[in-house]
């Protein structure tokens, strides 16, 4: 069959998307003996199925590697994407990163769009997304959409589990931002080496010889540690090297006063972001930014008109209460988190947070002895348990902390922590962030932490 033909057909790799007449690739042949959905896909008389295993159909194409075609077809269905694209990856600070980036050009009515684990923005447009690193095919025909609406400029966030899986395959980026590294995702990934080893993925197969790396010097070492042969631009934060310099920062209640070196200038800007970590996101995409070729002085113009994105370090206040709503969700998120508020406020913090099910339990213990260490008043309550018993799991970290209570209703837990709450105490609601939903088994019931301390306030 030729390859022109094919192309003209929708191609989907998920039973539950597909429609009569696409073409499907049977992915899971590639690792596994039966396809549990195939039944499912053949009832739906599918154009054509490119699967590995023989199977009762009249149209298929039996191949070595169906994953080696789909990626082959795809890049040939999605050829024309835009030139300059650009990754964030990192076990945290990714969609900040990207959001900081994609808002700068935006405030300079430059044509951006920006690929995440809040969705497609593309301008000032968006929809949503399940995924931090969507399927390899639908970026790809995003990419391929935004391209034909003249936006040449799109950035990444780069997940281990997307690089593992090939989600980014064929992607070349002209410049990369690796945030930090620290402990996630061990349920997937077993151990921190092969953590690693997927982070890396990005490095060996998406970046050009000379390609722009923008990372501190212990993310650097680690890189040129693991015998990758390409030589890279390393941008630092360095106070020799770089156009511009972060030489300081000092906290303003809910904002930032930062201090930039430019051409031997100081310019001293109140930015609306709180914690080392989001001054050091921010730094980490204007270095970007510049890398991408946005003019220093249109990048210092825009800096105070930037905005937080919804679930980080969000803070709300009334007259004598003060709730920050975050996503840390690990155990070195957790901790920067809870000083970035002590440093902020002078004020003992307050905690609302659980552990996901299904996932890496060896967070548990961590996050729990982190909250026993640093919070005053603790509530450990339920945040996607999944198919464990909630039960069992805030039981679990409460045994490393001992004290506070366990709510396993994560609205009353809120709601009873907003009032134990002093106006001589910050309440930290971490976890869910800009999630909007408890995975209860297999189903997404509708929750909102942010909704729920607007409405106790």
Not at 329 to 348: A, M, Q, S, V, Y
Not at 352 to 377: A, E, S, Y
Not at 425 to 447: P, R, S, T
């Amino acid at each position: 069959m030729k390859t022109s033909k094919l192309i003209e057909k929708n191609f989907c790799s998920d039973s539950r998307q597909l429609k009569k007449n696409d073409v499907f690739f049977d992915l899971i042949s590639n690792t596994k003996k039966n396809n549990p959905y195939l039944q499912d896909v053949i009832r739906k008389k599918p154009f054509l199925i490119i699967t590995k295993k023989k199977i009762n159909y009249k149209n298929i194409l039996i191949v070595k590697d169906v994953k080696k075609i789909y990626f082959f077809l795809i890049k040939k269905k999605f050829n024309d994407i835009p030139k300059n694209l650009y990754a964030v990856t990192g076990t945290n600070g990714k969609t900040s990163v990207a959001s900081f980036f994609h808002q700068m050009y935006m405030l300079n009515n430059l044509p951006c769009a920006n690929i995440g684990t809040l969705g497609y923005y593309y301008n000032n447009k968006s929809k949503k997304n399940n995924l931090t690193t969507p399927d390899n095919i639908d970026i790809l025909r995003f990419l391929n959409f935004i391209n034909k609406n003249k936006i040449n400029n799109a950035i990444v966030e780069a997940s281990s589990h997307g690089l593992h899986q090939g989600r980014l395959s064929g992607l070349k980026f002209k410049g990369v931002v690796f945030t930090n590294f620290s402990r996630d995702h061990l349920d997937y990934h077993k151990s921190m080496k092969s953590y690693l080893k997927a982070k890396l993925i990005l490095f060996r197969e998406n970046l050009k010889q000379n390609s722009k790396v923008i990372c501190d010097k212990k993310i650097k070492k680690i890189i040129k540690g693991n015998d990758i042969k390409k030589k890279y631009n390393f941008i630092l934060q360095s106070k020799n090297k770089n156009t511009l310099k972060l030489i300081g920062s000092k906290p303003q209640g809910s904002k930032t006063q930062i201090k930039l070196n430019y051409k031997n200038s100081i310019y001293n800007i109140l930015v609306n972001f709180i914690g080392n970590f989001q001054i050091e996101n921010l730094f980490h995409a204007i270095m970007l930014a510049i890398s991408s070729g946005l003019k220093v002085e249109k990048i210092l113009k825009i800096l105070p008109l930037l905005k937080p994105i919804k679930g980080r370090l969000n803070i709300f206040k009334n007259k004598n209460k003060i709730i920050c709503l975050d996503y840390a969700h690990t155990p070195d998120g957790l901790e920067k988190t809870i000083n970035t508020l002590k440093d902020h406020f002078k004020k003992r913090v307050n905690i609302v947070f659980g552990c996901g099910g299904n996932r890496d339990k060896g967070k548990r213990m961590k996050m729990g002895r982190i909250v026993n260490k640093l919070c005053k008043n603790i509530v450990v309550t339920d945040d996607n348990p999944r198919h464990e018993d909630a039960k069992k799991i805030t039981k679990q970290i409460y045994n490393f902390i001992r004290r506070g209570q366990i709510i396993n209703n994560r609205k009353k837990a809120i709601n009873i922590a907003i009032k134990n709450t002093s106006s001589e105490e910050v309440l930290l609601v971490a976890g869910k962030g800009h999630e909007n939903y408890q995975i209860i088994k297999d189903k997404k019931v509708y929750f909102s932490d942010q909704r729920e301390i607007i409405k106790n306030l």
